[in-house]
């Protein structure tokens, strides 16, 4: 997993976003997890340590972009400044598969702060639980709406991380 943080920060810093706001993590982060974990689904907490990984990777991996920063992207990569558009995208076109679930595991499944309701109700649900030190915190149990997002990525192409 240590590989696949770096390689995906690497990859998004070298497109021009060196400085992610938290929502911009949020969706990577929930785009890296799809792709890791095929089966079984981890802890709020180890996704939350993730984040901070994630973030580090970010921070270090930083580079040099020659265009004006982006502040908003267009909603669609053809929308770019012809010029961008063909630094982004020397040798490939960008992918056009759209994954509605994507926003809904970002919104609802990736803890952002310490303090989140995500980390608190499991650490009490571990707390109060007989299995506390068994499946749910190894993460071993996978939500449904993990098995609506693999339905929903059968046929499309996963990218390899």
């Known amino acids: 997993m240590d590989s696949k943080v770096q390689l995906l920060a690497d990859y998004l810093t070298g497109k021009g976003c060196n400085n992610p706001n938290e929502q911009t993590l949020k969706q990577w982060l929930a785009f890296l997890l799809i792709c890791h974990f095929k089966f079984g689904w981890p802890s709020y907490t180890s996704i939350f340590n993730t984040l901070i990984q994630h973030k580090q990777a970010v921070a270090s991996s930083k580079k040099p ?60 649900q571990a707390n ?30 996963q990218p390899a991380l």
């Open 65 to 124: 972009f020659p265009f004006a920063i982006i502040m908003k992207y267009p909603t669609a990569p053809y929308q770019l400044p012809e010029a961008q558009f063909k630094y982004l995208y020397p040798d490939e076109e960008p992918d056009k598969t759209q994954t509605p679930s994507l926003a809904r595991i970002a919104n609802h499944h990736i803890p952002l702060r310490k303090n989140s309701k995500l980390l608190l109700d499991e650490a009490k």
């Open 128 to 157: 109060c639980s007989p299995m506390s030190s068994g499946a749910a915190a190894s993460g071993s149990i996978r939500p449904h709406w993990v098995d609506e997002l693999v339905s929903c990525f059968q046929g499309a192409q």
